[in-house]
């Protein structure tokens, strides 16, 4: 007989982390604060991308306190969206809760998302108001790629929105079915649909340490972003390749004409010199464009895993196995025989030892049984 007592929904809590050393006890107490009040049942889940502080030393800390932790750790940094991929991936609850350990994104806010999800919303995710902590061209930047994502994709990205948010069972299984190796997690939220809706935060700033982008990585994270969700780069290519291509092509019989009808030379040196670069520069530019989706291809179809795992401590009550786990090749158990199969000479009992001459003289007798068959 089921204790209505007793929590009847499990939620789980993915924390990606990497050099999150000097945050991450101060992130686990709010955390945990927070899901006892919830009053279901819980487990957290951290996944280590391979850092090189003591941020793993810490988690199997926290573990050895709290039995409902499981920890992934990463064979080598994969990248925060690989990550979050391995959580979903080994997360079990009813839903799932996609949460940074940097403190940023409050964990006192998960009740509002998680009663959202109560009302049956698939997708809750957290929306800021604010961007407190971060430089204006952090800002700035983050304001105009997320409105140019929003003109550029056929799947509507919510603006100033990231992987903060909890998720249900069947939101989380799509994503799982989606393998893709250049992952843009904010996009592949969005594409699975379902019901999805938004609360509203004011973002805090880092509670300790510094932020592990830099503009390099968000320059690719942005250039990912945009080829895995759009093809207009491609588009505007093509229409400005015609734009800059039917003139020339008027201009070139026009010049071919005077000089075969009239013996003009050709006038314009600099003139010319200056056009013949910026169309090679436009070139350039053209085929960088298409080489990244020309690259995607290349690393999809090479169909590597989104990540490998090194090791794997389940949370208390979970089946202790994940998928991608890389173990240690081991030697083929030999089998011993059974005592049944060891050969006997007549007259002696299963224990003692077998007579050598014995075994031979019966060898014998078989091999000249076999050729009397013949």
């Known amino acids: 007989m089921n204790d209505p007592t007793l929590p009847t929904e499990k939620i789980s809590v993915v924390v990606p982390l990497f050099n999150e050393e000097a945050v991450l006890p101060q992130f686990h107490f709010r955390l945990l604060r927070v899901m006892e009040g919830l009053g279901s049942d819980y487990e957290v889940i951290y996944v280590d991308d391979g850092s090189r502080d003591r941020s793993l030393e810490l988690a199997h800390r926290l573990k050895a306190d709290e039995a409902r932790v499981g920890i992934v750790e990463l064979s080598r940094n994969f990248g925060k969206e690989a990550a979050l991929t391995a959580g979903l991936d080994v997360a079990g609850g009813d839903a799932v809760v996609i949460i940074d350990a940097d403190l940023q994104d409050p964990p006192e806010l998960i009740p509002a998302l998680v009663d959202k999800w109560r009302e049956g919303f698939d997708v809750v995710y957290a929306t800021r108001t604010s961007r407190d902590g971060e430089s204006f061209l952090k800002k700035f930047t983050a304001h105009w790629f997320y409105r140019l994502m929003g003109k550029l994709s056929d799947t509507e990205i919510p603006a100033d929105t990231g992987d903060f948010r909890v998720m ?55 250039v990912d972003g945009i080829t895995a969700f759009s093809t207009v780069p491609l588009k505007f290519a093509t229409s400005i390749g015609l734009l800059v291509a039917i003139p020339a092509f008027g201009m070139a019989a026009y010049i071919v004409g005077k000089t075969l009808l009239y013996g003009d030379p050709v006038h314009g040196y600099p003139s010319m010199m200056t056009v013949l670069l910026m169309l090679g520069g436009l070139q350039l530019v053209f085929l960088g464009i298409l080489g990244e989706y020309v690259g995607r291809l290349f690393n999809e179809v090479k169909r590597r ?68 068959v013949r």
């Open 305 to 372: 895993p989104v990540y490998l795992v090194a090791s794997y401590a389940a949370p208390a009550g979970t089946e202790p196995s994940v998928s991608g786990v890389v173990q240690e090749p081991r030697q083929p158990a030999r089998t011993p025989m059974a005592p049944a199969a060891i050969f006997h000479a007549p007259g002696r009992s299963q224990g003692e030892e077998p007579d050598l001459a014995d075994g031979r003289h019966q060898a014998s007798a078989l091999t000249e049984k076999l050729a009397s």
């Open 168 to 222: 249900s069972r069947r939101a989380v299984a799509a994503l799982g079915q989606l393998r893709e190796q250049h992952r843009f997690m904010k996009g592949l939220y969005s594409w699975i649909g379902f019901r999805q809706t938004a609360v509203m935060y004011r973002r805090d700033a880092r509670a300790s340490g510094t932020t592990k982008f830099n503009y390099r990585k968000l320059l690719r994270f942005a």
